[in-house]
């Protein structure tokens, strides 16, 4: 394998920058016109010089040609051309136009991961640009992000700044796919032509939200899960963000993306540095279900957090569906010991324990064990838990307060709100302004205050509402609006010191069901809680979704009792299978469970502990899509190919409707794979070409069938 970076001089004053990964190429060139464009983004060719820009015999737009936005890199406002820019700057002399020249590029890395910086100076005013590509060669995949220097005296406005604009080849058509969703309907999978203009894809709430997630992927209409070109990409970033995917009038199709610009502007003093968020994406010619499958890679080698990136994750138990509010230690005792008899492993008590909390209208923000609930604090229960054989787990909510609070009353500064105007709730709750440096420091002292004299082991980090009135009324000057950024990366700091002084602690971002799932929080949480909504049917929807940018390693759900959402009822199995997708987890009141259910959890507990390695480490494939047909089936394969885990789920059969056979993915097609009640191995090419048949009938039933490789 070749270093990955190739930076060849075309002219003297031309330069062409090839990036390689294992399958794919991107790239891109100083040119004749003093712009750094795109010149190509796809399958790897074979040849060095097929990358060149080839210039057409004649220009087809003629003397139309200046209207033409071109393919640059990272576009900046200011002179003639329109496109989604990614920097837009205020001088202090007023001056609104930036532009930029090429100053330099640097490369540094080895044949797997490399580093390609391209240094770029506005040739009159004292700013610096530097484009970071950083190459992943075996999982093929590129993450662009950008740095703005201040190099003069004078502060600087930077009123857009987006990590990268992504160029795609000309095609007749193109389709767009995104997530799209709700409370209670995360993830659902949206994919429609690409008209001609903007589609944006964005959120102005301050955080991730769930109806919209910062992910896209285009095809030119003909890909399916295992065939056909596929861009993708997926930003990492938790708070305001948008997507800009245009195409415009001259066909040329690009993605620009980053940070919003909506009521953001940030004041960049002399000599500072902004730093974007970084935007992963990649090009691959196997589909989609091959484009989830270099994410979910690249995200466990590289993104979950590092110490706990190759550790089982273990099963949950977690109180809520069942207490509420209404925690006590005999409750709490009273559910681990069952949880623990069926082998729970980690026992999360939820919200409800703190300050005044018996229901959502009071007591967020007050941060002390309730002394009616738990007259001894909570060491009783926690050993308890721990002599039981499981470790335990907290639920928090540090970026919220409510009005009916010590917090609030002794704080009222602390919330955004604009003078002069109301402040609204949203359930019952005023966000905290965790922009303010001492806000920070108030939710440090008090995890640090639970997590040092507890023995905890896993933090359900939660999140609530939406952003309003989001005013700073005492921001340094000039930096209220910095607020949309400034949140959000103190919640990241935060999370940084607390595991890195607890790096034992695992956890769990939750914001109202999936509301905070990105790759920006991502390096400080092990798995995000996929939705408030635990009704299996729906979740095959939505983790179909979820699973297209995000891995099942970092995918907690839940068996509950049937929930009040769809009013229907499943067999345990069904329940479990589907929770099983990805780390595993239980919320249900065993209490009420009859003996033989109890049982058959222990069973299929540790079944799951049987094969978590497949499914928190394995490859994962969409055989069939719940959106299709009444019968979906997904597979895992073990990273070691040993094993494979499919399994199918059927909504309800009709009478004489026979499910067809179902085809493998992946597998090794000159192996023999065996499974629990098979008279004979079978081939991984028949597996995969004649495919599995299907004895399933019923309403809401499932199979699991776990494969060996003989
Ligand atoms: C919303 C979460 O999604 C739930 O799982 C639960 O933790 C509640 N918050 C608690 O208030």
């Not at 209409?221 to 399916?224: M, S, W």
């Not at 989001?470 to 921001?475: F, I, L, M, Q, R």
């Given at each position: 394998m070749s270093f990955p970076v190739q930076v060849i001089e075309t002219l003297p004053d031309q330069h062409l920058w090839v990036l390689e990964t294992r399958t794919t190429a991107y790239a891109f060139s100083w040119n004749q016109h003093h712009r750094l464009e795109n010149v190509y983004w796809g399958a790897k060719l074979a040849c060095p010089a097929d990358y060149a820009p080839k210039a057409l015999g004649f220009d087809p737009l003629g003397n139309w040609n200046f209207a033409r936005n071109t393919r640059e890199e990272f576009p900046t406002w200011g002179d003639y051309k329109f496109n989604e820019p990614c920097l837009k700057v205020r001088y202090s002399d007023g001056v609104r136009a930036c532009l930029l020249d090429y100053a330099d590029s640097t490369t540094a890395g080895n044949d797997t991961e490399a580093t390609l910086t391209i240094h770029l100076q506005d040739p009159h005013y004292p700013l610096r640009v530097r484009l970071i590509y950083k190459v992943f060669v075996d999982h093929d995949l590129i993450v662009r992000s950008a740095e703005i220097e201040n190099t003069g005296d004078d502060p600087v406005e930077i009123e857009q700044i987006l990590s990268a604009a992504w160029h795609l080849p000309q095609r007749d058509s193109y389709q767009l796919t995104t997530l799209s969703g709700k409370w209670g309907g995360e993830f659902q999978i949206q994919r429609a032509d690409l008209p001609q203009g903007k589609q944006l894809v964005e959120r102005r709430r301050g955080s991730t939200g769930y109806d919209s997630n910062p992910f896209f992927a285009l095809d030119d209409?003909?890909?399916?899960e295992t065939r056909g070109d596929v861009w993708f990409g997926a930003l990492a970033f938790s708070g305001n963000y948008k997507l800009v995917i245009e195409r415009d009038a001259f066909e040329q199709v690009y993605v620009t993306g980053g940070i919003h610009d909506f009521d953001f502007c940030w004041r960049l003093e002399a000599g500072e540095v902004f730093r974007t968020p970084e935007f992963v994406a990649g090009f691959t010619n196997q589909g989609y279900g091959e484009a989830s499958r270099l994410l979910h890679a690249y995200e466990t080698a590289q993104v979950v957090p590092r110490v706990s990136a190759r550790q089982a994750r273990p099963v949950v138990y977690n109180s809520w569906y069942v207490t509420e509010f209404d925690v006590s230690f005999e409750n709490q005792e009273r559910a681990a010991e069952l949880a623990a008899k069926i082998g729970v492993e980690l026992f999360v008590m939820d919200d409800g324990w703190f300050g005044q909390r018996n229901s959502d209208r009071a007591g967020l923000g007050d941060w002390y064990v309730n002394p009616e609930k738990f007259p001894n604090g909570l060491a009783p229960l926690i050993r308890r838990v721990n002599e039981l054989g499981m470790e335990f787990g907290i639920w928090v909510e540090p970026e919220m307060v409510n009005p009916d609070s010590d917090l609030y009353r002794a704080h009222?500064?602390?919330?955004y709100h604009f003078p002069n105007r109301p402040r609204s709730l949203g359930r019952n709750q005023y966000v905290l302004n965790v922009s303010r440096p001492d806000v920070q420091q108030f939710i440090l002292n008090f995890m640090n205050d639970l997590l040092s004299n507890n023995n905890i082991k896993f933090i359900k980090w939660d999140m609530n509402r939406h952003f309003s009135?989001?005013?700073?009324?005492?921001?340094?000057?000039?930096?209220?609006?910095?607020i949309w950024v400034r949140h959000t990366r103190g919640v990241y700091e935060i999370l940084r010191q607390l595991r890195e002084k607890y790096p034992q602690v695992l956890f769990e971002s939750c914001s109202g069901g999936g509301g905070r799932v990105d790759l920006g929080v991502m390096p400080y949480v092990e798995q995000f809680w996929m939705s408030d909504n635990t009704d299996p049917y729906d979740d095959l929807f939505i983790q179909e979704g979820f699973s297209l940018a995000y891995a099942p390693l970092t995918r907690m759900m839940w068996v509950t009792d049937t929930n009040g959402i769809n009013g229907r009822s499943y067999s345990l199995d069904f329940r479990f299978h589907l929770a099983m997708m990805g780390v595993l987890g239980m919320g249900a009141d065993l209490t009420r469970w009859s003996q033989a259910d109890l049982s058959r959890a222990a069973e299929l507990i540790a079944l799951y502990k049987d094969i978590r390695e497949t499914m928190q480490f394995g490859a994962f494939y969409r055989l069939r899509s719940p959106r299709e047909s009444a019968l979906s089936a997904f597979q895992f394969i073990h990273p070691s190919g040993r094993e494979a885990v499919v399994i199918i789920f059927l909504s309800q059969s009709r009478f004489g409707y026979f499910s067809t056979p179902v085809h493998l993915q992946g597998l090794d097609p000159n192996a023999r794979y065996v499974a629990e009640g098979w008279d004979e191995p079978w081939s991984g090419q028949a597996l995969m070409k004649r495919g599995l048949p299907v004895a399933l009938k019923g309403s809401f039933v499932s199979q699991l069938i776990r494969l060996s490789r003989v």
């Open positions: 209409g003909t890909a399916g009222p500064e602390w919330v009135e989001p005013g700073w009324p005492d921001a340094p000057e000039g930096r209220d609006r910095e």
